[in-house]
Structures are given as structure tokens and as C-alpha cells.
């Protein structure tokens, strides 16, 4: 009996521990997303500002130095993305697996 409630201890601790780290996981997890919308939000708004003034002192809207920035920062924020939601926003959770098969299966019909 006595060593049941040890065991019955042990577990209960155990869940504890686990639901304490999947929170702090969880509240990493959001504070990273707050802060690429920060970015991103700050990316649009500071671009806007530095096309519409560049185009009202004069300079040509459609050229390289008018969205040199948006260009160079936009890469800035595409990995800053990538580190967010992970390569595997992209590709899905099963585009490794699906393409395995999808070339095996070719394999398999090019030696049939």
C-alpha cells in the first residue's frame, strides 16, 4: 500500500512537472509570436512611411532605392518568420514522408 502511494506521488509530480514546462513552452511560444507581429506591423508601417517620402520629395516610385529597405528588411523578416513558425509552415507537417513515397513509388514503377 504504501509503496502505491509513493508510485501515486511520483506520477502526480511527474504531470505537475510536465504541465509547468508545457506552459513555459506555451508562453515562449506566444511572446515569439507577439513579437514577429510587432515586426512585421513596424516593417509595414516605417516602409510606408519611407516610400511615401521618398515619392513626394520627387523621387521615382518604381526604382530600386525607393524599396532598397522594404527589399533588404523584407529578408530580415522572412527568416525572422522562418524562426517563428518553422520550415514546417511551409512544407506541412508530412511533405518529407508524402515525398519519400511519392519517389519510391516512381522507383518502384520505373524496375516493374
Request: charged residues 25%.
Amino acid at each position: 500500500m504504501e509503496q502505491n502511494m509513493e508510485s501515486y506521488e511520483k506520477n502526480s509530480a511527474q504531470r505537475a512537472w510536465e504541465k509547468e514546462e508545457a506552459y513555459l513552452r506555451a508562453k515562449k511560444k506566444v511572446k515569439s509570436l507577439i513579437g514577429f507581429y510587432w515586426h512585421l506591423a513596424s516593417y509595414v508601417i516605417v516602409n510606408l512611411f519611407i516610400i511615401i517620402l521618398i515619392v513626394s520629395n520627387g523621387g521615382k516610385f518604381f526604382s530600386f532605392g525607393t524599396f532598397a529597405t522594404a527589399l533588404f528588411w523584407g529578408i530580415g523578416l522572412f527568416f525572422h518568420f522562418l524562426g517563428v513558425f518553422g520550415a514546417d509552415f511551409l512544407f506541412g507537417k508530412n511533405w518529407e514522408e508524402r515525398k519519400i513515397k511519392k519517389f519510391m513509388e516512381k522507383e518502384r514503377q520505373r524496375w516493374e
